[in-house]
């Protein structure tokens, strides 16, 4: 019989983030959204390199926090998650974007309510620090 | 528009729970340790002896044979000498890290070495181990506190 | 191209949880099994490949015990990667186009049991700044997929259930009537993890019709990658999967659709029909082992559907087959390889 | 094999605590230059090898599923290399078999880490169940070895410190190094704090974040490169186990064999004469002596002879690490192939101010784990016969 035993891994990373991603997240923690230009257009997030050439990407573009869930899935909340009862993890294509931002879509644990086209606008937390999940979830547009 | 000033850095925690499985052949050294016995095994094709062993010898890859009791002792095979001091240490520094190779074993062993001064330590110096009391045996090399020259004079 | 082809492939019964053996002593026999299976020795191998992850084993360097297992003494000729084995396949297969050698051996080590819970290992995989942070469910970026694919009309929650009831004693009705993990997905939809290790036999040309009566003659092999972020990709294609099987095509003279068996590495019920359409299947027997539905031991899952690929050829089950293995979310990097019994 | 192999593109980033950009703009610098070095466009590229230590060490899992839009390989097959610290090495031998396989024309070998991201030496150092916490660290592993090639060898201690100028004085002249101390002084080293006896502070290795890259190709396109290439004469790498009973970790033999393969393939017999300057993976001073020796350049407890005569400084007739090595920076995952893209960079004439002169044939070589990954290339300014 072998001997077995439980251990933990644990890392306190800081990421270093570069200019254009922290600008993005220094972004979020002012509660403002911003894209990133390209040849095809605009990226929300926005990704350092452009996904189909390569190429470095442009500037910054600042966008109306809102816009259309182009698919999700449904998933039972868990401890840790943004949301506290069940939620989508979705696609959201950003008004004046290409591509789709992945977060996380609240209609209030109803699975009804959810559908793909529901249009969706930014939930910010109260207290922001510059991090991804400044940016609490989308929830539907009145 | 104005563009907010960069953040440098973003947390990044990661936290993974896992389990080790020690497996048969290490298993059976660490359960030794439980009971203050250095646990041996042969390899029937080359004729060496692990401690620790392993299941498979690692030239032969065949079974290694039963386990046997060494007596023990052995000698300084290299070692160095840590001098500074970082996070997490257990022992102030200096102290001496030791490759030990235990009599009757071609594998050598890495533990400290204590009751001596570190410059008084030498390749093939002879050693034994120091266990821990009863109350903290236990099936893990921590079982050995350190080992410590045999003879008073090398002290 | 060199002929290259499976002389031999064993593995270990892919279990929920191992908890006797080191990395060492999970590989081993399975190393000795496919060695005893074509008649050779360890020394007989001019070349060696293997893969595993550190994230899955919990420890840096965790391979390095492996090599116990191989005996590296005297030195060999040997590289790892730190993805799933069916890329060590691929260098091997790459080692043997040099005519260095004459054998390789590839083997495989997935231990998907070590990790307590995937959600804390599999985020890890994801862009490290705008993906990670969301720590999102091991299975959501699959469940956005099998989404993308219900709405495009692509497949049905039905269909999900009629591939994983074609294994099971349960009907589709009883299937979809459980609770989801990731809409559309269901637990069922899911791969179950698992322990296991695999290991292939590679030989060229005279060796390997020496070495077994019916070789698996590597055809072809190529494996493409795609952009990372979901938001930017078509999920409802697997555009480097076609890619792959494109090029694998060209080297093999023939194409997946001319095979009769098909082994994908299939971590969930959808990307079978997306795979089908994606290397363009056409009569081909999809996952006769019961594919990663029935057993994913994270690493060595791609490697296990090379060697169950292979083994219908050296069977005589079947004249050509296709293996594909796949590795990141949403199958963002394939690999294809195309096997016949006969050599080009 | 397809005829000979050449490196025509070498890029690399500034090592450093990088703390002002991402990863995969901290790739994406090395890529650039190798591409530009080259003059060719990610277009241009059929296959990409990655190399990283491992994935713990900054908690990205399968950096290259992340780093595919930074590597410019979207559309490519991509195969990410492990194999001990040597990884950079392998990765590069990998990239050349690829080639030589006839499987792609170019392939951009990438490699690197940012290990500032995280507590690396912790990562390094952590227990295991079942296990003492001897606090050895790094260091702990090789300074008995250390010890063990003193003892064999009977060389005299300032060996070590001298390894250390020498080095420290070479990445003074190359502005990609992470330590550049063109005034230090033997005196300093010795001077410096004692970590794992018998090494010193100034005699082991920084921790630095940095990337470098290299371009692959086969003779006809590298006859068409606008910069010279670097020929590939011979490469080899080799294995040994870890922990088998009666291992000689002072002059492993997987080292030798790999060396020999190497030398064998360039048809070079006697190394120390036929090759101009080599690159050689020395994290701790002490390993320049012991790794002449097993790599075939200096015989038998005579490594140490060589750097106290100066013939390994860089004016000597066999110098060694003109970039300034491990011991003047230390990306783990571009380690090695930082080596190997040094020794193509000497042999093509275009290293800059540490440039060896009239350097022809160079070695790059990688080693890993407790010394038993080995990596090994011998690069030339002609294609070889």
Same mark, same amino acid.
């Given at each position: 019989?072998?001997?077995?035993?439980?251990?933990?891994?644990?890392?306190?990373?800081?990421?270093?983030?570069?200019?254009?991603?922290?600008?993005?997240?220094?972004?979020?923690?002012?509660?403002?959204?911003?894209?990133?230009?390209?040849?095809?257009?605009?990226?929300?997030?926005?990704?350092?390199?452009?996904?189909?050439?390569?190429?470095?990407?442009?500037?910054?573009?600042?966008?109306?926090?809102?816009?259309?869930?182009?698919?999700?899935?449904?998933?039972?909340?868990?401890?840790?998650?943004?949301?506290?009862?069940?939620?989508?993890?979705?696609?959201?294509?950003?008004?004046?974007?290409?591509?789709?931002?992945?977060?996380?879509?609240?209609?209030?644990?109803?699975?009804?309510?959810?559908?793909?086209?529901?249009?969706?606008?930014?939930?910010?937390?109260?207290?922001?620090?510059?991090?991804?999940?400044?940016?609490?979830?989308?929830?539907?547009?009145? | 528009?104005?563009?907010?000033?960069?953040?440098?850095?973003?947390?990044?925690?990661?936290?993974?729970?896992?389990?080790?499985?020690?497996?048969?052949?290490?298993?059976?050294?660490?359960?030794?340790?439980?009971?203050?016995?250095?646990?041996?095994?042969?390899?029937?094709?080359?004729?060496?002896?692990?401690?620790?062993?392993?299941?498979?010898?690692?030239?032969?890859?065949?079974?290694?044979?039963?386990?046997?009791?060494?007596?023990?002792?052995?000698?300084?095979?290299?070692?160095?000498?840590?001098?500074?001091?970082?996070?997490?240490?257990?022992?102030?520094?200096?102290?001496?890290?030791?490759?030990?190779?235990?009599?009757?074993?071609?594998?050598?062993?890495?533990?400290?070495?204590?009751?001596?001064?570190?410059?008084?330590?030498?390749?093939?110096?002879?050693?034994?181990?120091?266990?821990?009391?009863?109350?903290?045996?236990?099936?893990?090399?921590?079982?050995?506190?350190?080992?410590?020259?045999?003879?008073?004079?090398?002290? | 191209?060199?002929?290259?082809?499976?002389?031999?492939?064993?593995?270990?019964?892919?279990?929920?949880?191992?908890?006797?053996?080191?990395?060492?002593?999970?590989?081993?026999?399975?190393?000795?099994?496919?060695?005893?299976?074509?008649?050779?020795?360890?020394?007989?191998?001019?070349?060696?490949?293997?893969?595993?992850?550190?994230?899955?084993?919990?420890?840096?360097?965790?391979?390095?015990?492996?090599?116990?297992?191989?005996?590296?003494?005297?030195?060999?000729?040997?590289?790892?990667?730190?993805?799933?084995?069916?890329?060590?396949?691929?260098?091997?297969?790459?080692?043997?186009?040099?005519?260095?050698?004459?054998?390789?051996?590839?083997?495989?080590?997935?231990?998907?049991?070590?990790?307590?819970?995937?959600?804390?290992?599999?985020?890890?995989?994801?862009?490290?700044?705008?993906?990670?942070?969301?720590?999102?469910?091991?299975?959501?970026?699959?469940?956005?997929?099998?989404?993308?694919?219900?709405?495009?009309?692509?497949?049905?929650?039905?269909?999900?259930?009629?591939?994983?009831?074609?294994?099971?004693?349960?009907?589709?009705?009883?299937?979809?009537?459980?609770?989801?993990?990731?809409?559309?997905?269901?637990?069922? &939809?899911?791969?179950?993890?698992?322990?296991?290790?695999?290991?292939?036999?590679?030989?060229?040309? &005279?060796?390997?019709?020496?070495?077994?009566?019916?070789?698996?003659?590597?055809?072809?092999?190529?494996?493409?990658?795609?952009?990372?972020?979901?938001?930017?990709?078509?999920?409802?294609?697997?555009?480097?999967?076609?890619?792959?099987?494109?090029?694998?095509?060209?080297?093999?003279?023939?194409?997946?659709?001319?095979?009769?068996?098909?082994?994908?590495?299939?971590?969930?019920?959808?990307?079978?029909?997306?795979?089908?359409?994606?290397?363009?299947?056409?009569?081909?027997?999809?996952?006769?082992?019961?594919?990663?539905?029935?057993?994913?031991?994270?690493?060595?899952?791609?490697?296990?559907?090379?060697?169950?690929?292979?083994?219908?050829?050296?069977?005589?089950?079947?004249?050509?087959?296709?293996?594909?293995?796949?590795?990141?979310?949403?199958?963002?990097?394939?690999?294809?390889?195309?096997?016949?019994?006969?050599?080009? | 094999?397809?005829?000979?192999?050449?490196?025509? /593109?070498?890029?690399?980033?500034?090592?450093?605590?990088?703390?002002?950009?991402?990863?995969?703009?901290?790739?994406?610098?090395?890529?650039?230059?190798?591409?530009?070095?080259?003059?060719?466009?990610?277009?241009?590229?059929?296959?990409?090898?990655?190399?990283?230590?491992?994935?713990?060490?900054?908690?990205?899992?399968?950096?290259?599923?992340?780093?595919?839009?930074?590597?410019?390989?979207?559309?490519? @097959?991509?195969?990410?290399?492990?194999?001990?610290?040597?990884?950079?090495?392998?990765?590069?031998?990998?990239?050349?078999?690829?080639?030589?396989?006839?499987?792609?024309?170019?392939?951009?070998?990438?490699?690197?880490?940012?290990?500032?991201?995280?507590?690396?030496?912790?990562?390094?150092?952590?227990?295991?169940?079942?296990?003492?916490?001897?606090?050895?660290?790094?260091?702990?592993?090789?300074?008995?070895?250390?010890?063990?090639?003193?003892?064999?060898?009977?060389?005299?201690?300032?060996? /070590?410190?001298?390894?250390?100028?020498?080095?420290?004085?070479?990445?003074?002249?190359?502005?990609?190094?992470?330590?550049?101390?063109?005034?230090?002084?033997?005196?300093?080293?010795?001077?410096?704090?004692?970590?794992?006896?018998?090494?010193?502070?100034?005699?082991?290795?920084?921790?630095?974040?940095?990337?470098?890259?290299?371009?692959?190709?086969?003779?006809?396109?590298?006859?068409?490169?606008?910069?010279? @290439?670097?020929?590939?004469?011979?490469?080899?790498?080799?294995?040994?186990?870890?922990?088998?009973?009666?291992?000689?970790?002072?002059?492993?033999?997987?080292?030798?064999?790999?060396?020999?393969?190497?030398?064998?393939?360039?048809?070079?017999?006697?190394?120390?004469?036929?090759?101009?300057?080599?690159?050689?993976?020395?994290?701790?001073?002490?390993?320049?002596?012991?790794?002449?020796?097993?790599?075939?350049?200096?015989?038998?407890?005579?490594?140490?002879?060589?750097?106290?005569?100066?013939?390994?400084?860089?004016?000597?007739?066999? @110098?060694?690490?003109?970039?300034?090595?491990?011991?003047? /920076?230390?990306?783990?995952?571009?380690?090695?192939?930082?080596?190997?893209?040094?020794?193509?960079?000497?042999?093509?004439?275009?290293?800059?101010?540490?440039?060896?002169?009239?350097?022809?044939?160079?070695?790059?070589?990688?080693?890993?784990?407790?010394?038993?990954?080995?990596?090994?290339?011998?690069? /030339?300014?002609?294609? @070889?016969?």
């Amino acid at each position: 019989m072998s001997l077995t035993a439980p251990y933990t891994i644990e890392f306190p990373f800081r990421r270093t983030v570069g200019p254009k991603i922290g600008t993005f997240l220094a972004g979020l923690r002012e509660a403002r959204l911003f894209g990133v230009r390209t040849a095809r257009g605009v990226l929300c997030p926005p990704l350092e390199f452009d996904p189909v050439s390569g190429a470095a990407t442009g500037d910054l573009v600042e966008l109306e926090p809102i816009g259309t869930v182009t698919v999700w899935t449904w998933v039972p909340a868990r401890p840790g998650d943004p949301v506290e009862h069940d939620f989508a993890w979705a696609l959201i294509a950003i008004d004046g974007t290409v591509g789709a931002l992945f977060h996380c879509v609240d209609v209030g644990g109803d699975k009804e309510q959810m559908h793909t086209g529901l249009r969706v606008r930014a939930k910010w937390r109260p207290e922001r620090g510059g991090d991804l999940r400044d940016l609490w979830c989308f929830e539907v547009l009145p | 528009m104005t563009l907010p000033e960069p953040v440098d850095t973003m947390a990044s925690p990661l936290r993974m729970d896992y389990t080790y499985v020690a497996g048969a052949g290490r298993s059976v050294f660490l359960r030794g340790l439980a009971e203050r016995r250095l646990l041996a095994r042969q390899c029937p094709g080359c004729s060496r002896v692990y401690a620790p062993a392993p299941e498979f010898c690692s030239r032969c890859l065949r079974p290694v044979g039963p386990p046997f009791e060494l007596p023990g002792h052995g000698e300084v095979s290299t070692f160095c000498v840590v001098s500074f001091p970082f996070p997490g240490q257990v022992y102030e520094p200096p102290y001496v890290v030791a490759q030990i190779r235990l009599d009757g074993a071609d594998t050598r062993l890495m533990h400290l070495v204590r009751e001596v001064a570190p410059e008084r330590v030498r390749i093939g110096l002879r050693v034994e181990p120091v266990w821990v009391g009863d109350d903290e045996l236990d099936t893990s090399t921590t079982s050995i506190r350190y080992f410590r020259p045999m003879e008073p004079a090398d002290a | 191209m060199r002929e290259v082809a499976v002389v031999s492939f064993a593995q270990s019964p892919c279990v929920p949880a191992d908890r006797e053996h080191d990395m060492a002593e999970i590989v081993l026999p399975v190393i000795r099994q496919a060695l005893d299976a074509c008649g050779l020795t360890r020394d007989d191998i001019d070349f060696f490949a293997s893969g595993s992850h550190d994230f899955y084993e919990g420890r840096t360097f965790s391979y390095i015990e492996s090599l116990d297992a191989v005996g590296a003494w005297p030195p060999i000729s040997e590289s790892h990667v730190e993805m799933d084995a069916a890329w060590a396949f691929a260098e091997a297969w790459a080692w043997l186009q040099l005519g260095e050698g004459k054998t390789a051996l590839v083997y495989g080590i997935g231990r998907s049991s070590l990790a307590a819970d995937l959600d804390q290992i599999l985020p890890a995989q994801l862009d490290p700044y705008l993906l990670a942070p969301l720590r999102p469910h091991r299975d959501a970026l699959a469940g956005l997929q099998a989404a993308a694919l219900v709405d495009a009309g692509l497949t049905s929650e039905r269909q999900l259930a009629e591939i994983v009831s074609r294994r099971r004693t349960v009907s589709t009705d009883e299937l979809l009537a459980a609770p989801y993990v990731a809409s559309p997905l269901r637990a069922h &939809d899911v791969a179950p993890p698992g322990d296991a290790a695999a290991v292939i036999v590679l030989a060229a040309g &005279d060796t390997a019709r020496r070495l077994t009566d019916r070789p698996a003659w590597v055809r072809g092999l190529d494996h493409r990658i795609e952009t990372h972020y979901p938001g930017v990709r078509d999920l409802t294609r697997s555009a480097s999967t076609s890619m792959a099987a494109a090029r694998a095509a060209e080297l093999a003279g023939f194409s997946a659709a001319d095979v009769d068996v098909a082994e994908l590495h299939t971590e969930y019920s959808y990307q079978e029909p997306l795979l089908v359409a994606a290397l363009g299947l056409k009569n081909a027997r999809v996952n006769p082992s019961g594919g990663p539905l029935a057993g994913r031991p994270a690493t060595a899952t791609g490697l296990i559907r090379i060697g169950e690929a292979a083994r219908r050829i050296m069977d005589g089950t079947a004249e050509r087959a296709l293996a594909h293995a796949t590795n990141g979310p949403a199958l963002q990097h394939n690999l294809v390889c195309l096997l016949a019994g006969e050599p080009r | 094999m397809s005829g000979p192999l050449a490196v025509i /593109g070498v890029g690399q980033s500034v090592q450093a605590k990088r703390r002002e950009v991402t990863i995969g703009a901290l790739v994406r610098e090395a890529v650039d230059e190798a591409l530009a070095d080259a003059g060719l466009g990610f277009a241009d590229i059929d296959a990409v090898v990655l190399s990283k230590t491992p994935d713990l060490f900054d908690g990205v899992m399968n950096p290259e599923l992340y780093l595919a839009d930074a590597m410019g390989a979207v559309g490519l @097959p991509v195969t990410r290399v492990f194999t001990g610290g040597s990884v950079g090495g392998h990765a590069a031998i990998f990239g050349a078999h690829l080639v030589a396989a006839g499987l792609a024309r170019r392939v951009l070998v990438v490699a690197y880490s940012k290990e500032s991201e995280g507590n690396f030496t912790w990562a390094l150092s952590r227990g295991l169940p079942f296990s003492s916490h001897l606090g050895a660290g790094a260091g702990g592993h090789f300074a008995p070895v250390i010890r063990e090639y003193i003892r064999r060898s009977r060389a005299p201690e300032h060996i /070590g410190w001298k390894v250390a100028v020498n080095h420290r004085h070479n990445a003074a002249r190359n502005p990609y190094a992470h330590i550049r101390r063109a005034d230090l002084t033997i005196d300093e080293v010795r001077q410096s704090p004692m970590l794992w006896d018998p090494i010193r502070y100034l005699e082991s290795c920084p921790s630095s974040d940095g990337s470098c890259a290299i371009v692959v190709t086969g003779a006809e396109l590298a006859r068409r490169s606008p910069r010279p @290439p670097a020929w590939i004469h011979g490469m080899a790498w080799r294995t040994e186990t870890g922990h088998f009973a009666g291992r000689d970790e002072v002059n492993p033999r997987a080292g030798r064999d790999c060396a020999a393969d190497a030398y064998r393939q360039a048809g070079i017999t006697d190394p120390a004469r036929e090759i101009d300057v080599a690159e050689l993976y020395i994290p701790y001073s002490w390993y320049e002596p012991m790794w002449l020796e097993n790599t075939g350049l200096a015989g038998e407890h005579d490594g140490w002879r060589l750097v106290d005569a100066d013939r390994t400084a860089f004016g000597g007739d066999l @110098p060694v690490n003109p970039s300034g090595g491990v011991l003047s /920076g230390n990306p783990t995952g571009a380690t090695g192939l930082l080596r190997f893209a040094e020794a193509a960079l000497q042999v093509r004439g275009l290293a800059g101010e540490h440039q060896v002169p009239g350097a022809r044939r160079a070695v790059g070589h990688a080693m890993g784990g407790a010394s038993q990954f080995h990596a090994l290339w011998v690069v /030339g300014s002609e294609a @070889p016969a």
